[in-house]
T-cell receptor, first 113, second 114 residues
Framework: SQTIHQWPATLVQPVGSPLSLECTVE??????LYWYRQAAGRGLQLLFY??????ISSEVPQNLSASRPQDRQFILSSKKLLLSDSGFYLC????????????FGPGTRLTVL | SQELEQSPQSLIVQEGKNLTINCTSS?????LYWYKQKYGEGLIFLMM?????EEKSHEKITAKLDEKKQQSSLHITASQPSHAGIYLC??????????????FGKGTKLTVNP
C-alpha cells in the first residue's frame, strides 16, 4: 500500500531563516506530487506540483521554491522566510490517469516569528 | 479561473441529526472530490463524483453531483461526534479531459455535540 510522509511535523523559524520541508511517498512509482499551504480563512492553496523528476510547476509567485530530486521525493524550500509564510503545509500525491484523486500527507505546521 | 464555494462555512449540530454541506462551482465540474480533515492533520479522501446525477455513499455519508454538474452536496445521516471535522470539496481544473490539478473550496467546519 502507498504511504506519504512529511517531515518535520512542526517547525518554528525566525524571519529571514531558510526552510526545507520534505515529502516522500512509498509504494508507488512516478506519482504526481503537490505542495499546498493552508492558512486560516484562506482555504487550501496549491503552491507547486510536479509530474516527474525535475519538472516543477509553480502556481503562485512567492519566495518559496520546490524541487523533486528523486521520483518519490518532493522538497519545499525558501532562502528567507517571511511572516506570511506561516501556515500548514500539505504534500499530496496522485496517479494521474484521467482522474485526480489525491492522497495527502499529515502536514507540517510552520510558524514564522 | 474555477472557484468553489462551500456552504455553510461552519455548522453545529446535535448528535443524531442529519446535515447537508453544499459545494457550488463557478464552472462545469468534470471531477468533484470530497475530503475530510481533522484539525492539524492531513486530508482524508471520502469519495469522487464525475457524472451528472451521480450519487455515492460511504457508511452514513452520501454525496451527489447535480445533473448540470455545477453543484455537489454532502449529506450525513444520524451524525456522530466522529463526523466532526472540516469537509472540503475539490474539483478538477478547467478542461473536460481533466487536469493534474485540483482547486479546493475553503471548507465547512462541522461540530457535532453529544
Amino acid at each position: 500500500s502507498q504511504t506519504i510522509h512529511q517531515w518535520p511535523a512542526t517547525l518554528v523559524q525566525p524571519v529571514g531563516s531558510p526552510l526545507s520541508l520534505e515529502c516522500t511517498v512509498e509504494g508507488t512509482s512516478n506519482p504526481n506530487l503537490y505542495w499546498y499551504r493552508q492558512a486560516a480563512g484562506r482555504g487550501l492553496q496549491l503552491l507547486f506540483y510536479s509530474i516527474g523528476i525535475g519538472q516543477i510547476s509553480s502556481e503562485v509567485p512567492q519566495n518559496l521554491s520546490a524541487s523533486r530530486p528523486q521520483d518519490r521525493q518532493f522538497i519545499l524550500s525558501s532562502k528567507k522566510l517571511l511572516l506570511s509564510d506561516s501556515g500548514f503545509y500539505l504534500c499530496a500525491w496522485s496517479l494521474w490517469q484521467g482522474m485526480n484523486e489525491q492522497f495527502f500527507g499529515p502536514g507540517t505546521r510552520l510558524t514564522v516569528l | 479561473s474555477q472557484e468553489l464555494e462551500q456552504s455553510p462555512q461552519s455548522l453545529i449540530v446535535q448528535e443524531g441529526k442529519n446535515l447537508t454541506i453544499n459545494c457550488t462551482s463557478s464552472k462545469t465540474l468534470y471531477g468533484l472530490y470530497w475530503y475530510k480533515q481533522k484539525y492539524g492533520e492531513g486530508l482524508i479522501f471520502l469519495m469522487m463524483l464525475q457524472k451528472g446525477g451521480e450519487e455515492k455513499s460511504h457508511e452514513k455519508i452520501t454525496a451527489k453531483l447535480d445533473e448540470k454538474k455545477q453543484q455537489s452536496s454532502l449529506h450525513i445521516t444520524a451524525s456522530q461526534p466522529s463526523h466532526a471535522g472540516i469537509y472540503l470539496c475539490g474539483a478538477d481544473c478547467l478542461t473536460q479531459g481533466g487536469s493534474e490539478k485540483l482547486v479546493f473550496g475553503k471548507g465547512t467546519k462541522l461540530t457535532v455535540n453529544p
